[in-house]
């Protein structure tokens, strides 16, 4: 698929309200139905909100994970599951649990 393509059939189906803050683990209702890919984002941290990690899966992906390192290369991650009618985010990490890390910011569908 062409990028034109991608980018003419690329909608927005949900967007962090609150980028800047802290993210505890919790399930985003979403309807799978029309989108045959879907890309998430995070940011890097809640005070330092720069879009440093995007996963592109098919709704049919069960288990990902939103990765990147710190500038001393400690790694900080979210996983998360997809679901029949959602994605459910786990905590963030950092060095033990950090839901200032790794805040999930937007979700697109790429129709089908």
Known sequence: MATGTIQK???LLWENPN???SFAEQTISLDWSKYGLVI???LFTSSNPWIC???????????????????????LSREGDILT???????????GT?????IPYQIFGIKA
Request: aromatic residues 8%; hydrophobic residues 35%.
């Open 19 to 21: 980028p800047t803050v």
């Open 85 to 95: 009618n959602g994605i459910k985010f786990q905590s963030g990490y950092y060095q």
């Open 53 to 75: 990690a995007t996963i592109a899966a098919s709704p049919s992906t069960r288990h990902f994970r939103l990765a990147t390192t710190d500038n001393q290369n400690i790694p």
């Open 40 to 42: 998430i984002s995070g």
């Open 9 to 11: 059939n690329m909608v």
């Open 98 to 102: 950090n839901n200032s890390m790794m």
